[in-house]
C-alpha cells in the first residue's frame, strides 16, 4: 500500500465530495418523484432541493425522524401537497429504498463472514449475482399475490389506503434509490483511494452498509456510532487502524460535516427557526 502525497489526497477527496454534491439533486428527484406520484403535479425542483437538504441538517443534528418530519413540513408550508399526502410519500419513499439497502446489508454480511474481498469481476461470482437475481426475479413472480396483499394491508395499517401511488412511480423511486447509493459508495471508494487504500466494490458497499445501519443508532446523527463502525469495518478488511481513521474522518467530514453546513443554509432559505421547531416537535410527539 503506498503513501499519497497531499495532493494526492486533496484530489481524491475533492472527487468525492464532487460525487456528493451529483447526489444531492437525485435525492430530492427521488422525493419529487413521489410527491408527483401521490399529488398527480409536476412540482419546482429547486425548493425541493432546499427540502432534502435542510432535512439532511435536521438529521444530522437530533435523533429521530425529525429529517422526514422537516421535508413534510416544508412541502406543506410550500403548499405543494397536503400533510397526509407529503407524510404517504415520504412513508412510499422509505419503502423503494428498501430492496437497494437490503441488498447492501446483505453483501456487507457476506463480505464481513468472509473477511476477505468479494471479487465482482470474477465469472463465478457473476454467475452467482445472475443467478441469484434469477431465483429472487422467479420468487417474486410466483408469490406476486401475497406480495399484492400484504402491501395492501401496510397500507391499510398506515392509513394509506386513499392516497394511491401507481407501481411505475415507485419502480422511478426505486431506481434513484439505485444511483443514489451507488453515489454514496464511490464515494467511499474515492476516499479509500485518497488514502492509497484499494477497496473492492462489495467493501465499499459493505461500509456503506454499515453507515446505513450507524444512522438508525439513537443519537445525534449517529455520532459515535457510524464512526465506530466504519473505523471497524476498515480495519476487519484489512486497513491499517491509522488509514482507517483517515479514511472515516474524511468521510464523515463530507456526509456530515459538509451535508449540515449545507443543509444550515437551506434551513435558512426555507424559513429557517419556525421550520426547525416545527420538525423537532413533530418527530419528539412521533417517539411518544
Same mark, same amino acid.
Not at 500500500?1 to 451529483?22: C, E, H, K, N
Given at each position: 500500500?503506498?503513501?499519497?502525497?497531499? *495532493?494526492?489526497?486533496? =484530489?481524491?477527496?475533492?472527487?468525492?465530495?464532487? *460525487? !456528493?454534491?451529483?447526489?444531492?439533486?437525485?435525492?430530492?428527484?427521488?422525493?419529487?418523484?413521489?410527491?408527483?406520484?401521490?399529488?398527480?403535479?409536476?412540482?419546482?425542483?429547486?425548493?425541493?432541493?432546499? /427540502?432534502?437538504?435542510?432535512?439532511?441538517?435536521?438529521?444530522?443534528?437530533?435523533? $429521530?425522524?425529525?429529517?422526514?418530519?422537516?421535508?413534510?413540513?416544508?412541502? @406543506?408550508?410550500?403548499?405543494? =401537497?397536503?400533510?397526509?399526502?407529503?407524510?404517504? +410519500? +415520504?412513508? !412510499?419513499?422509505?419503502?423503494?429504498?428498501?430492496?437497494?439497502?437490503?441488498?447492501?446489508?446483505?453483501?456487507?454480511?457476506?463480505?464481513?463472514?468472509?473477511?476477505?474481498?468479494?471479487?465482482?469481476?470474477?465469472?463465478?461470482?457473476?454467475?452467482?449475482?445472475?443467478?441469484?437475481?434469477?431465483? *429472487?426475479?422467479?420468487?417474486?413472480?410466483?408469490?406476486?399475490?401475497?406480495?399484492?396483499?400484504?402491501?395492501?394491508?401496510?397500507?391499510?395499517?398506515?392509513?394509506?389506503?386513499?392516497? /394511491?401511488?401507481?407501481?411505475?412511480?415507485?419502480?422511478?423511486?426505486?431506481?434513484?434509490?439505485?444511483?443514489?447509493?451507488?453515489?454514496?459508495?464511490?464515494?467511499?471508494?474515492?476516499?479509500?483511494?485518497?488514502?492509497? @487504500?484499494?477497496?473492492?466494490? =462489495?467493501?465499499?458497499?459493505?461500509?456503506?452498509?454499515?453507515?446505513?445501519?450507524?444512522?438508525?443508532?439513537?443519537?445525534?446523527? $449517529?455520532?459515535?456510532?457510524?464512526?465506530?463502525?466504519?473505523?471497524?469495518?476498515?480495519?476487519?478488511?484489512?486497513?491499517?487502524?491509522?488509514?482507517?481513521?483517515?479514511?472515516?474522518?474524511?468521510?464523515? $467530514?463530507?456526509? !456530515?460535516?459538509?451535508?449540515?453546513?449545507?443543509?444550515?443554509?437551506?434551513?435558512?432559505?426555507?424559513?429557517?427557526?419556525?421550520?426547525?421547531?416545527?420538525?423537532? /416537535?413533530? =418527530? +419528539?410527539?412521533?417517539?411518544?
Amino acid at each position: 500500500m503506498t503513501q499519497p502525497g497531499f *495532493v494526492d489526497v486533496l =484530489a481524491q477527496a475533492s472527487l468525492a465530495t464532487l *460525487v !456528493y454534491a451529483i447526489s444531492i439533486p437525485i435525492v430530492a428527484e427521488r422525493w419529487r418523484t413521489v410527491l408527483g406520484g401521490v399529488t398527480g403535479e409536476r412540482l419546482p425542483r429547486r425548493p425541493l432541493v432546499l /427540502a432534502s437538504l435542510a432535512s439532511s441538517f435536521v438529521n444530522n443534528l437530533t435523533a $429521530g425522524p425529525a429529517g422526514d418530519a422537516c421535508r413534510i413540513i416544508a412541502v @406543506v408550508k410550500l403548499r405543494f =401537497a397536503s400533510a397526509s399526502r407529503a407524510t404517504a +410519500a +415520504a412513508l !412510499y419513499e422509505r419503502v423503494s429504498e428498501i430492496p437497494v439497502i437490503a441488498l447492501m446489508i446483505a453483501t456487507a454480511i457476506a463480505v464481513l463472514n468472509r473477511g476477505r474481498v468479494v471479487r465482482l469481476g470474477s465469472s463465478r461470482t457473476i454467475w452467482i449475482i445472475v443467478i441469484a437475481i434469477t431465483v *429472487v426475479a422467479a420468487g417474486l413472480g410466483l408469490c406476486r399475490r401475497t406480495i399484492a396483499a400484504a402491501w395492501l394491508r401496510w397500507r391499510e395499517r398506515h392509513d394509506l389506503t386513499s392516497i /394511491a401511488i401507481a407501481p411505475r412511480v415507485l419502480a422511478q423511486s426505486a431506481a434513484w434509490s439505485v444511483v443514489v447509493w451507488g453515489l454514496d459508495v464511490t464515494r467511499l471508494w474515492l476516499i479509500a483511494r485518497a488514502f492509497g @487504500v484499494s477497496l473492492s466494490p =462489495a467493501q465499499a458497499a459493505a461500509l456503506s452498509a454499515i453507515s446505513v445501519v450507524g444512522g438508525w443508532a439513537p443519537t445525534i446523527g $449517529g455520532l459515535g456510532v457510524v464512526e465506530g463502525g466504519l473505523v471497524a469495518g476498515l480495519i476487519a478488511f484489512g486497513v491499517p487502524s491509522g488509514s482507517a481513521i483517515a479514511i472515516t474522518a474524511v468521510e464523515r $467530514g463530507i456526509s !456530515y460535516g459538509l451535508a449540515t453546513a449545507i443543509g444550515a443554509c437551506a434551513l435558512a432559505a426555507l424559513g429557517g427557526r419556525e421550520l426547525w421547531a416545527a420538525a423537532r /416537535a413533530t =418527530a +419528539a410527539g412521533a417517539r411518544t
